[in-house]
């Protein structure tokens, strides 16, 4: 019986040397696993960059409770490391019917909503990035850019794949202007309050 809580932690950040070599999004992800530690959760952790087995990455979805991606936005995205394990690991988990048993449409129902096929449900799925955007970027109809949309309206073809397997989707947490002049600091200070907020771990 699964007494102890889990979450997993995923880091896709990719070094540039000389650039963009990781730091910070290494410290948000050690903020998170300090926090949950304090909480009492089993911590398990993928470090996408350094490789990664494709079943045992199954496997960890499969025990967590959490699933907390950290991830810089590249070109508007993550990493393309973070495709490639997506790929590969959901692939297996549909193959295997652990993640989800198809679309949610049967023959027999064919009128089902597309993405309710999902196994994984009571689990919980959220976003910690990092971003050279400024955070009056978003939500506000008259920037250039974004045109009103949200955080979470940017973020959605990463949150559609859990959301597509039965996974809860939390509100993200995002650092934002981090090349030019951004609350960094504060921004780290204030994580452990907001994983605290959406995990209702008080």
């Not at 050690?30 to 304090?38: C, P, R, T, Y």
């Not at 690991?89 to 295997?96: P, Q, T, Y």
């Not at 989800?100 to 919980?124: V, W």
């Not at 934002?176 to 951004?182: E, N």
């Amino acid at each position: 019986m699964k007494t102890t809580k889990k979450v997993l932690l995923i880091n896709t950040h990719l070094s540039y040397p000389d650039w963009s070599e990781g730091t910070l999004n290494s410290l948000f992800q050690q903020k998170a696993k300090d926090f949950f530690l304090s909480r009492g959760f089993d911590i398990l952790e993928t470090k996408v960059e350094d490789g990664y087995d494709v079943d045992l990455e199954v496997e960890k979805h499969l025990q967590a409770d959490i699933i907390i991606l950290q991830t810089p936005i590249n070109w508007f995205s993550a990493p393309w490391i973070y495709k490639k394990y997506v790929d590969e690991v959901f692939n297996s988990g549909l193959h295997s019917a652990t993640f989800l048993e198809g679309d949610g449409r049967t023959r027999q129902e064919p009128n089902k909503h597309y993405g309710t096929g999902g196994k994984m449900i009571g689990k919980k799925f959220m976003v910690s990035s990092t971003w050279n955007a400024p955070k009056e970027s978003f939500d506000n109809r008259d920037q250039y850019l974004y045109q009103g949309r949200s955080t979470t309206d940017a973020l959605i073809h990463i949150t559609s794949n859990y959301r597509f397997c039965g996974v809860e989707i939390m509100p993200d947490y995002n650092c934002f202007d981090v090349y030019k002049g951004g609350d960094v600091a504060g921004s780290l200070e204030k994580y452990p309050a907001h994983l605290e907020k959406v995990f209702n771990l008080y």
